[in-house]
C-alpha cells in the first residue's frame, strides 16, 4: 500500500527495476521510487500508481536518473523535493502523468535528452529562484501538449523543442512500449563533446547519437556476433 522501494540509508541504486499499483492509500508525499538520501536509477520504470497523491519518482537527497520512465503516476513524474542537491535527470520519459512531468525542486542542476509529453501541469516546473539547466529536451502538442505548458520557473535552455502536434515519440506508450519510433527524436539527443587541444579530435570533435528519451531505437542491420 505504501513504495515500491522506499530507501532512507547509505546508498542505493536500482537498476532496471519496476513499480506499479503502489500508495494504494493514497498518503501523501509517497512515490513508488522513494529516496531520502544519495540514490541512483537507471532504467527503471514507475507506471499507473493512480493515487492523487503518487509520484512515480520522489528524492529528497541527491540522485541521478538515467533511461528511467515515469507513466501516468496520480502526482508527478519525478518529484524532487526541495531539501534535494545534485540531481541529474538524462534520457528520461515523462508521460501522462497527473501533475507535473518533472518537479525540479530548488536544486535539480541538469535536465538533458528527456520527453515530456501529455502531463496535467508543467512538462517541467522549477520552484527554486536559481536557474536549471535544460538540454535537448522536448515537449508535447496538440492533444498531448502538458496542460499548463512545457515549462515553469527560471531555466537556462539549449535545443529544446516541441513535437508536431498529436504526435509521440513511441511506439505504443499507451500499453507501456516507449521505444522510439519518430524520426524527430532519433539521433536527436545531446552528444557532442567540447574539445579544444591543437590537433586533438581532427578533423572533427568526438560525437555521440543518442536518441531522446528512455528506449532507443534500432535500425534494421545485419545481425552481428559479438565476442
Known sequence: RGQGINHASTTMTCIEC???????????SVGAFHSTTDARFVRCISHDNSGTNADGFRVSGSATFLA?????????????????????????????NGAQGIDAGKNTHYI???????????????????????????FGSGTQANVSGNTSG?????????YAADATPWADPGDGDFSINLAAAKNAGRGTFLET?????????TLAYPDIGAGQHLDAVASTTLV
Do not use: H, W
Open 18 to 28: 519496476e513499480a506499479y499499483s503502489c500508495n494504494q492509500s493514497n498518503t501523501a
Open 68 to 96: 528511467c520512465i515515469a507513466d501516468t503516476n496520480g502526482r508527478t513524474g519525478f518529484f524532487v523535493a526541495n531539501g534535494a542537491n545534485c540531481v541529474i535527470i538524462s534520457g528520461c520519459d515523462s508521460y501522462n
Open 112 to 138: 538533458e535528452s528527456c520527453n515530456l509529453v501529455k502531463n496535467a501541469a508543467f512538462g517541467i516546473s522549477n520552484s527554486g529562484t536559481q536557474a536549471i539547466r535544460i538540454m535537448n529536451c522536448v
Open 154 to 162: 527560471s531555466f537556462e535552455a539549449t535545443g529544446s523543442v516541441t
Open 197 to 205: 587541444q591543437a590537433g586533438y579530435g581532427d578533423p572533427s570533435p
